[in-house]
């Protein structure tokens, strides 16, 4: 039986909600006052380590940045 309700309008864009509160957040951001605006801006940048598994063993962590800077 298909459901009536409705689609979110970000489904409904093709988008998923990852990519649509990261545009909000960007929004947000651009949309402040300094100095505030410096410090969230500050905060969008993403620090991670990737590590590979081989027999069981974790190797080496590679260390990764998910920034717009970089």
């Not at 545009?23 to 969008?44: F, H, Q, S, Y």
């Not at 598994?53 to 974790?58: I, L, S, V």
């Amino acid at each position: 039986m298909a459901s009536n309700a409705a689609v979110p309008f970000w489904r409904a864009a093709g988008m998923t909600y990852i990519t649509y509160s990261n545009i909000c957040a960007n929004l947000v951001r651009n949309c402040l006052k300094e100095p505030d605006k410096t410090e969230a801006l500050t905060r969008e940048k993403v620090h991670f380590s990737i590590s590979k598994w081989t027999d069981g063993k974790p190797e080496k962590p590679t260390l990764r940045s998910d920034s717009p800077d970089e």
